[in-house]
């Protein structure tokens, strides 16, 4: 049906910069809502960012004015920017998209998950 591939996590200086990548694959009829959630150890899953097909961002509080969500649709692939990094922002960063696929002579919709990337912020 539809994969989703993350990219771009690592171990960063508090204050640096990262870059992850999330792209769609599959019988992709249209990509809607993407998003990036974290999970740090003993922590709920909790949404950092979301934005919709027609590119309205939605942020966490704790992430406003220095994460950046961004989409190719053309790509099927959704990007966040996250600057200023602090050692709290230590997770698992998984992506999410809502994904209208072909099955047959239907579009159902579902809802997919990626692996998972580490992003640890050291002090």
């Known amino acids: 049906q539809v994969q989703l591939v993350e990219s771009g996590g690592g171990l960063v200086q508090a204050g640096g910069s990262l870059r992850l990548s999330c792209a769609a694959s599959?019988?992709?009829?249209?990509?809607?809502?993407m998003g990036w959630y974290r999970q740090a150890p003993g922590k709920q899953r909790e949404l950092v960012a979301s934005?919709?097909?027609?590119?309205?961002?939605n942020y966490a509080d704790s992430v406003k004015g220095r994460f950046t969500i961004s989409r190719d649709n053309a790509k099927n692939t959704v990007y966040l920017q996250m600057n200023s990094l602090k050692p709290e922002d230590t997770a698992v960063y998984y992506c999410?998209?809502?994904?209208?696929?072909?099955?047959?002579?239907?579009?159902?919709?579902?809802?997919?998950w990626g692996q998972g990337t580490q992003v640890t912020v050291s002090s």
């Open positions: 599959g019988s992709i009829f249209r990509v809607n809502a």
């Open positions: 934005i919709t097909s027609t590119g309205s961002t």
């Open positions: 999410n998209a809502d994904c209208t696929y072909y099955s047959g002579a239907f579009l159902p919709r579902g809802d997919y």
